[in-house]
Structures are given as structure tokens and as C-alpha cells.
């Protein structure tokens, strides 16, 4: 089976501009993470959908960050006007509810912001 | 405040040794402990995990043994390969059906041949 499916690899910004992450989950899978991930640090859950719905989006900092799922498949994070403290690799995962398995990684996006 | 910690941050062991990773955790409703591995500009892949049901989970020469009244876990890595340099991850989640992991900070393993 395909994995998860993240565009673009990188991206380089400067400070105040904004960006979008796409992500693919892997076919089946009902719920969508984002997580971001700084230099030398664990991944941190940004937001989480089950279906088009979000679940959690309490860590999304919601002044600049959006996320959405509209048909339950594919989904966009998007930074509105990005800050230098956003540079991280941004990890999308996906799982399937009732399905004993972690969620799985996409490659992620690592973004810079100069 | 950091629900899931590991040590040590950075470990280096020899071919053929024994390696040893620490996490421990603070929330007792955690029931599901997935170790991730990570390498250079990689993303996290899953390694093994682990239920409170066992105290022990085996896969090939990787161990997890759980202690759950302390609430301390050690992924053990036996026959310690080259290959296994990466950085792991312990991560923690309180309900099995939302997958809502916390991840520990990592500990950096390096194997010399």
C-alpha cells in the first residue's frame, strides 16, 4: 500500500510570508495528524482529524496556522505569515480508527524561515 | 511540562553491545507506548510498541520492558549494529482509538563498528 504523501520537501520563506502543506494519507485511513517537529526535538501535535472533522487543534497556534480536511482524504496546513521560530519540519501521519497500529509518518516538509 | 522524558539524550555504544534506552512517563492513563526510530532526514518510522497488559515486548533484537508501578519503560537493543544509528523516539498515548501521541525528546544512539 502506498504510504503517506507530503509536498512539497522543503521550503524556504521569509519571515511574514505564507505557506501550504499538503498532505495524502494513506488509503483508508480516517484520522489525519499534523505534528511539527524542530531541529534536535520530538514531533508535537499541531492538529488532528477523524474524517473531515477536527478532533484536536488546541497546540495549532490559531493566529497564523489553519488546517483543513474538507472530504476526509487530503488535507492543507497553512502558515498565514510565517515567524523564523516556525522553522521545523512539518509531519503529516495517518491512521485508522479500531486498527492496532500507530499512526504512520508521511516524509514531512521542512520548512525554513529566514 | 514534559509528560514523556527520555535518557539518555546521547548514548554510543560499541558492535555487538547491548544498547539501552530510558523513557519514563507522568500521566498513569497512558495504555500504548510506540518507539519510533528516526534517521538523518528521515521521518519517524515505527519500531515496536508496547500495552501495559505485558510487561515485556519482543521483535527480533529490540525489547521493551515495562514497569508500570513506576512507570518507566527501556527499549533494550541487542547485537547493536552500525545500522541502528538513529535517533529514537518514546512516545505515549492515553486512548488507543485517537492514536494522540506525546513523544519524549530522543535519545541519539550511535553505534560504532
Known amino acids: 500500500e502506498a504510504g503517506v504523501t507530503q509536498s512539497p520537501r522543503y521550503a524556504v520563506l521569509q519571515e511574514g510570508q505564507a505557506v501550504s502543506f499538503w498532505c495524502d494519507p494513506i488509503s483508508g485511513h480516517d484520522t489525519l495528524y499534523w505534528y511539527q517537529q524542530p531541529r534536535d526535538q520530538g514531533p508535537q501535535l499541531l492538529v488532528y482529524?477523524?474524517?473531515?472533522?477536527?478532533?484536536?487543534n488546541s497546540q495549532l497556534p490559531s493566529d497564523r496556522f489553519s488546517a483543513v480536511r474538507p472530504k476526509g482524504t487530503n488535507s492543507t496546513l497553512k502558515i498565514q505569515s510565517a515567524k523564523q521560530g516556525d522553522t521545523a519540519t512539518y509531519l503529516c501521519?495517518?491512521?485508522?480508527?479500531?486498527?492496532?497500529?500507530?499512526?504512520?509518518f508521511g516524509e514531512g516538509t521542512r520548512l525554513s524561515v529566514l | 511540562q514534559q509528560q514523556v522524558r527520555q535518557s539518555p539524550q546521547s548514548l554510543t555504544v560499541w558492535e555487538g553491545e547491548t544498547a539501552i534506552l530510558n523513557c519514563s512517563y507522568e500521566?498513569?492513563?497512558?495504555?500504548?507506548f510506540p518507539w519510533y526510530w528516526q534517521f538523518p532526514r528521515e521521518s519517524p518510522a515505527l519500531l515496536i510498541a508496547i500495552r501495559p497488559v505485558s510487561n515485556k515486548k519482543e521483535d527480533g533484537r529490540f525489547t521493551i520492558f515495562f514497569n508500570k508501578r513506576e512507570k518507566k519503560l527501556s527499549l533494550h537493543i541487542t547485537d547493536s549494529q552500525p545500522g541502528d544509528s538513529a535517533t529514537y523516539f518514546c512516545a505515549a498515548s492515553a486512548s488507543s482509538g485517537s492514536w494522540q501521541l506525546i513523544f519524549g525528546s530522543g535519545t541519539q544512539l550511535t553505534v560504532m563498528p
Open positions: 500521566d498513569s492513563t497512558f495504555d500504548y
Open positions: 501521519a495517518s491512521s485508522r480508527q479500531g486498527n492496532n497500529q500507530a499512526p504512520l
Open positions: 482529524f477523524r474524517d473531515e472533522a477536527v478532533i484536536d
